[in-house]
């Protein structure tokens, strides 16, 4: 099997690699660091070769970073906001009256008779089990179908 032949810009970067590393090898015979050969080759082509990644690596293109999740609607921050109200219910002390009133104002959204329903039986100052709040959840979501 034929090997395919090297590009243009890879002949070139052989070339003066094998250049730099003769002259290398000179200066080093010159200046008597009794430089071993085969040594020698293993480092220049180690070094070379990083000097050559590094090279590719500066010449590279920046990223370009393309987001290709759509933009969601308002509901991202009604979203974000209802699992806020959520979170406060089970963790404050006292419970709000705000799961209530959101409670209420997405039950009459659907059907004014059930938000009606709604507000008169939940009491303000009870705490509501997870339980509790998947329920009401479950009786807006029939009102609406």
């Known amino acids: 099997m034929r ?4 590009s ?3 002949r070139g970067r052989l070339l003066t690699g094998a250049v730099v590393a003769a002259v290398g ?3 080093a015979l010159l200046l008597r660091f009794d430089p071993q050969p085969v040594p020698y080759v293993v480092m220049s082509v ?3 070769a990083l000097a050559w990644l590094v090279l590719d690596t500066t010449d590279a293109e920046t990223a370009q970073w393309v ?10 921050d009604e979203a974000t906001s209802d699992l806020r109200v959520l979170t406060s219910h089970q963790q404050a002390r006292a419970p709000s009256e705000a799961l209530r009133d959101r409670l209420v104002a997405l ?5 004014p008779d059930l938000g009606d329903a709604l507000h008169a039986e939940l009491e303000p100052d009870r705490r509501l089990s997870p339980a509790e709040i998947d329920r009401i959840l479950t009786r807006i979501e029939e009102a609406h179908d």
Do not use: M
């Open 3 to 6: 090997l395919p032949a090297p």
């Open 8 to 10: 243009r810009r890879w």
């Open 25 to 27: 090898y000179g200066y």
């Open 46 to 48: 180690v070094v070379l």
């Open 67 to 76: 987001s290709v999740i759509p933009r969601t609607g308002d509901r991202a």
């Open 107 to 111: 039950a009459r959204g659907r059907d």
